[in-house]
């Protein structure tokens, strides 16, 4: 009820997205989800603007296009969302999609229907990959599958150099890092999810949480259920793993309960941040943060055998507790800075002495007090660290 669509124009136009009604060149059509209004204008204006702009493609090559998401279906095993952007895609089809390849052994379309061919903007779910590709990786057809095999084995083998001169350039990093200020904290996890396209956007999420002090570090991350293997590798590196909308085999379930290792299960990326998040507060060394409690002031002193010297005081300010750090002030200038050694109040010890009533006092390890200085209190509180 409250959309403005004159509001919207007005706002599009600052990034030079013109309406033709207003002399530009953008067209607009004012759709509802609610009342269907404006779908099949919509619809026209795409395959308008597709006509006007030549967006075309020639269906008879080879299949070229992309990897929108994929899983690892317990059945069928690896299944891959493509987008078909060049050519046409057939059953029997020798295909490379990231590091991994295959041949396409079946193809289904939006609606779960079995296809032979797809052709250039055909979304369809192709199963036969070797692996799980990641999303957003290309996908194209091969002539043969010594072909596939040598593209795919020089693509592993360069990301696999890749990750060498990272991992290398992160510990040097990290050794200038402890050089500079002192050790930094992980906080190691293992990723396992339904999807490629969830594991992206977790790692993506949980990354930014880290800081200069505590940092997560992904250990490994892929499609699938929660293995033997992941529990082994979270046990021998102290690290957690997070299911997301998947499980741990039954295997698997009993070792992390025999190792005491913690799997969490998640459905929503939030939650994975929120816990991470609270996590690595863990792990920041709390702020320290100085509470002043009160202020007396030295009207006796008096030596005690065996005690030393004892102040007679009268509390100006605030209150002074048994256990609390002190300051000793003259002239306004710190002249020591210790712990209170006794309090009392006539002959009995007190655990704290309020504001107008007079005490006794005494320091640790400490007896140069004189009459007419001030005794400062206060208590260091810890307060949590928060990213």
Not at 180 to 195: Q, R, T, Y
Not at 240 to 253: K, M, T, W
Not at 325 to 342: A, E, F, T, Y
Request: aromatic share 6%; net charge negative; charged share 30%.
């Amino acid at each position: 009820p409250s959309a403005n669509i004159d509001r919207v124009k007005q706002e599009l136009s600052e990034y030079e997205l013109i309406p033709e009604d207003w002399g530009g060149s953008t067209i607009f059509v004012p759709v509802s989800a609610h009342t269907h209004e404006g779908i099949d204008t919509l619809l026209e204006m795409i395959l308008l603007t597709a006509e006007v702009s030549e967006l075309k493609a020639n269906p008879n090559r080879a299949a070229r296009g992309l990897i929108i998401e994929a899983e690892l279906d317990k059945g069928k095993g690896p299944v891959a969302t493509v987008l078909v952007q060049k050519g046409t895609l057939h059953i029997g089809d020798i295909v490379i999609a990231g590091k991994e390849w295959g041949r396409v052994r079946a193809m289904f379309n939006e609606m779960g229907k079995k296809m032979n061919e797809a052709g250039p903007a055909a979304p369809v779910e192709v199963l036969g990959l070797q692996g799980t590709p990641a999303a957003g990786d290309d996908f194209i057809v091969v002539a043969d599958e010594n072909q596939a095999k040598e593209v795919t084995g020089y693509r592993i083998r360069k990301e696999r150099d890749a990750k060498l001169v990272k991992s290398a350039k992160s510990a040097m990093e990290q050794m200038l890092d402890k050089i500079k200020s002192g050790e930094v904290k992980h906080l190691p996890v293992i990723i396992k999810a339904d999807v490629q396209g969830s594991i992206e956007a977790i790692e993506g999420t949980i990354t930014k949480l880290s800081n200069d002090e505590v940092s997560v570090q992904i250990l490994h991350s892929a499609v699938g259920p929660i293995s033997d293997s992941d529990v082994t590798l979270a046990k021998a590196s102290n690290a957690f793993i997070i299911g997301f909308n998947v499980r741990a085999i039954p295997h698997a379930r009993d070792m992390a309960r025999q190792d005491g290792v913690d799997i969490r299960y998640y459905s929503i990326i939030y939650d994975v941040a929120d816990d991470i998040k609270k996590a690595l507060e863990g792990m920041l060394s709390p702020e320290l943060k100085e509470k002043i409690l009160g202020y007396a002031e030295i009207r006796n002193v008096f030596n005690i055998t065996g005690v030393g010297k004892v102040a007679g005081c009268m509390i100006t300010e605030g209150m002074v507790k048994r256990g609390a750090k002190v300051r000793l002030l003259r002239d306004n200038v710190v002249i020591h800075d210790g712990s209170l050694g006794q309090l009392k109040r006539f002959k009995d010890d007190v655990k704290e002495v309020k504001e107008g009533y007079e005490c006794g006092m005494s320091f640790e390890n400490y007896n140069d007090i004189q009459v007419g200085d001030f005794i400062e209190c206060y208590e260091i509180e810890s307060i949590a660290a928060k990213l």
